[in-house]
């Protein structure tokens, strides 16, 4: 019985971290489940506390997750019993890396303290960036994000989004040990010490102010079941045509990714004729299409028309092509085993290529914007890595129309605004039905507009010039200190070890000769 409350405890602690993220924001949970995960394991052998780690990362992947079931379920063709068993491989799948970090650490050092506070947060995080990069990554649910409006926040510009998660894991293990019935000394002064730094370094500014330029986010509401059928393209046209000729006072238009549902080079002439349009009204439009520049090669495009230095033909220079695609959504992995399964494999557009590393800013009304389609903008070194020393804004469009009224769409938002966080750079998000949002160069929402409605977002927003030290460095700080804190962690705490069994040792050998 005492196994089994301990496993629902690990569930429920694990499903808490679920509300730290948005929609509901509740930050100080994502300490709190932290802290079940110590709970839970840091008392039992190896195999154990990996069985209660995973039980702990099942609990927050699954309902955290769950939001992916839509695109299977209204697009994918599956039924829900279907879909649920695929969302809980997928979290079972991402359970172990956790369940990995907690029976290493059990098995490297035999010392609990040192265990605790410095070898087992540093292969939390390890665990974190091996899911985000291998099979080409699943990043989602890293719990710094859940920082983004808390006290932390200051951290993300000098250490990333994982360097929050690192202090949060380490406070939660800190926290942990105070509690116990021998409360530790040092581990409440190291947890008092970082929050103090990490409080205080809400108040620095790492960028200054530049120039600022109007923009007009249209969001165009398409239902996704509709996008691509047949005749739904000239709707989309004249959708999109009717928001955006009003505004004729803003500098640059956006359209969210994918908006024209066909391909660049089928609608060439009148791509020309938007680019004349927007030309004669001295304004930049920036839009989301599939371009197929060569027979058999489709790629998920950003392109810029009118108020720029190149006149628009098919395949000109100032695009984007998006390199990190969507597993299932964009390309099939194995797709001539998959695809005959169901028609989940075979979604509309689902055959991509990538786009090559080290593209330059798309040019819009003399600005420089970094671009990061969809799914990419959860990928912190990808965003770093397309963004230039001149780079005025991020851009980010979008199209979580996949996934309907559910939480997905909002963690997504959430991911979006920490990479303005750590780079010191506004982010304009542009997207089919919602989150589209504008925010400051520290990730505040400047102005946004409601989810499922055809609207307008315009705001005037002030480019931003300098890096951040994350946007120096990336993750080279925190790297470095992982590694120092886990070698630390394992050589004192084996050192420790040693000692105490050289006392056990002694002491029985004492017992021996007084018996003898």
Known sequence: ?????????????????????????LWPLALVSLYGLFAFTQSLPAR????????????????????????????????????????????????????????LAQRLVPIQAWRVLLVLPALLIAADWLRGWVLTGFPWLWFGYSQLEGPLAGVAPI????????????????????????????????????????????????VTATTSNSFALIQGNIEQSLKWVPGQLE??????????????????????????????????PWLEQVDLLMRERNQSLITGLVSQPEEGMAYNAVITLGKNSIPYQASHSNRYYKQQLVPIGEFVPF????????????????????????????QSAGQNLSVAICYEVAFPSLVRDNMKVDTDYL??????AWFGQSIGPWQHQQIARMRALELGRPLIRATNNGVTLVTDERGKITDTIPQFEAG?????????????????????????????????????????????????????????????
């Open 1 to 25: 019985m005492r196994s089994y409350i301990s496993a629902i405890g690990a569930l429920l602690s694990g499903a808490l971290g679920v509300l730290a993220f948005s929609p509901f924001d």
């Open 48 to 103: 154990a506390a990996a069985r209660q780690g995973f039980l702990w990362a099942m609990g927050l992947y699954l309902p955290g997750l769950w939001w992916i079931h839509n695109s299977m379920t209204l697009f994918g063709g599956l039924p829900l019993w279907a879909a649920f068993i695929l969302v809980a491989l997928l979290a079972a799948y991402l359970s172990l890396y956790t369940a990995a970090a907690l029976w």
């Open 159 to 206: 250490l990333g989004v994982q360097g929050i998660s690192w202090l949060l894991t380490f406070s939660a293990a800190a926290l942990w040990l105070i509690l116990r019935r021998q409360p530790n000394m040092w581990a409440a002064i190291a947890g008092v010490g970082l929050w103090a730094l990490a409080l205080s370094s809400n108040s620095l500014q790492w």
């Open 235 to 268: 709707a989309s046209l004249e959708r999109y045509m009717e928001l955006t000729l009003p505004e004729r006072g803003v500098d640059t238009i956006i359209w969210p990714e994918s908006a024209l549902p066909s391909s660049e080079q089928h609608l060439a």
């Open 335 to 362: 797709g001539n085993l998959l695809r005959p399964l169901a028609p989940f494999f075979n979604l509309p557009m689902s055959s991509f290529a990538r786009g090559v590393a080290g593209q330059p800013d798309l």
């Open 395 to 400: 851009l980010t469009v979008s199209n979580d």
């Open 456 to 516: 307008v977002l315009t705001a005037n927003v002030t480019g931003m010039t300098g890096l951040t030290p994350y946007a120096r460095f990336g993750t080279s700080l925190l790297s470095g200190w992982l590694v120092v804190s886990a070698l630390l962690g394992i050589v004192l705490g084996r050192k420790q070890h040693r000692w105490r069994q050289q006392q056990i040792n002694a002491k029985e050998s004492l017992i021996a000769k007084a018996r003898s």
